[in-house]
């Protein structure tokens, strides 16, 4: 196995690749738009990688195969519109072991090789393909200061949260767009996270769960009382409204 896990499959995506065709780029080559995502998410799908990989690359290869991300094309800049935490989490599994070339599958939604700069980033706008809010939910930000690459994502506890609480069923998956970050701004409102600072505990991803090198995630005790008070917020009247609701039940 190369270093590349997708050498063989599709060529290089050009500039004037056309919506609906599918391609590899080195992960070095995608530019994200937004700036963080949930360390929580990212820790447990790069052990699981990192795991796959060390029992057989092959089946890493297949799993990245059936998952290729969206992409959209403006000249030689190919925007990453979904599954941040996927490739942030294949560099964080591999990069030392693969160096700077490592490959993804790619979906190219659209080529926007003709569109001005305003214009550009209006229809990622009025599309969702862009989020512009930063790890401490301020914003919009500007988009000449997003990240030049997964790497530099910014890590948002918030984000943490709304995964692991989503995970314990408090709210559906469902496709709404910026779904996890809409819960993680509920939760920024209403719980605060830091209630440990003296303690030398700044956050929920400090102190609330442990990630081990298989990608198991293990909630410790401080923990298990903020998901608790998440998950019944989850379930109030204050959260209908926010994509994947299930309410109190029966």
């Given at each position: 196995?190369?270093?590349?896990?997708?050498?063989?499959?599709?060529?290089?995506?050009?500039?004037?690749?056309?919506?609906?065709?599918?391609?590899?780029?080195?992960?070095?080559?995608?530019?994200?738009?937004?700036?963080?995502?949930?360390?929580?998410?990212?820790?447990?799908?790069?052990?699981?990688?990192?795991?796959?990989?060390?029992?057989?690359?092959?089946?890493?290869?297949?799993?990245?195969?059936?998952?290729?991300?969206?992409?959209?094309v403006r000249g030689r800049k190919f925007y990453l519109v979904d599954h941040h935490h996927l490739v942030r989490a294949l560099y964080d599994a591999?990069?030392?072991?693969?160096?700077?070339?490592?490959?993804?599958?790619?979906?190219?939604?659209?080529?926007?090789?003709?569109?001005?700069?305003?214009?550009?980033?209006?229809?990622?706008?009025?599309?969702?393909?862009?989020?512009?809010?930063?790890?401490?939910?301020?914003?919009?930000?500007?988009?000449?200061?997003?990240?030049?690459?997964?790497?530099?994502?910014?890590?948002?506890?918030?984000?943490?949260?709304?995964?692991?609480?989503?995970?314990?069923?408090?709210?559906?998956?469902?496709?709404?767009?910026?779904?996890?970050?809409?819960?993680?701004?509920?939760?920024?409102?209403?719980i605060l996270l830091d209630q440990d600072i003296l303690a030398g505990k700044h956050t929920f991803d400090d102190f609330a769960f442990e990630v081990d090198e298989n990608g198991r995630l293990e909630v410790t005790d401080d923990g298990h009382?903020?998901?608790?008070?998440?998950?019944?917020?989850?379930?109030?009247?204050?959260?209908?409204?926010?994509?994947?609701?299930?309410?109190?039940?029966?």
């Open positions: 196995m190369t270093q590349h896990l997708c050498d063989a499959e599709f060529p290089w995506c050009p500039a004037d690749a056309r919506a609906g065709e599918f391609y590899k780029l080195r992960i070095r080559d995608l530019s994200p738009t937004q700036f963080a995502v949930g360390k929580a998410e990212v820790a447990v799908r790069t052990g699981r990688m990192r795991k796959k990989y060390d029992k057989d690359p092959g089946k890493l290869h297949d799993y990245l195969r059936v998952r290729p991300v969206p992409i959209l591999l990069h030392k072991k693969c160096g700077k070339d490592i490959c993804v599958y790619v979906k190219v939604l659209g080529n926007m090789g003709t569109l001005e700069e305003t214009y550009f980033w209006k229809t990622m706008h009025q599309h969702n393909w862009v989020y512009l809010f930063d790890r401490a939910g301020g914003g919009p930000q500007q988009p000449a200061t997003l990240p030049a690459h997964v790497k530099d994502l910014d890590f948002d506890p918030y984000r943490s949260l709304a995964w692991i609480v989503r995970e314990h069923h408090g709210y559906v998956k469902n496709d709404a767009p910026f779904s996890e970050f809409k819960w993680a701004n509920f939760f920024r409102t209403r009382e903020v998901i608790e008070e998440a998950l019944f917020l989850a379930a109030s009247p204050e959260a209908r409204g926010l994509p994947g609701y299930r309410g109190g039940g029966a």
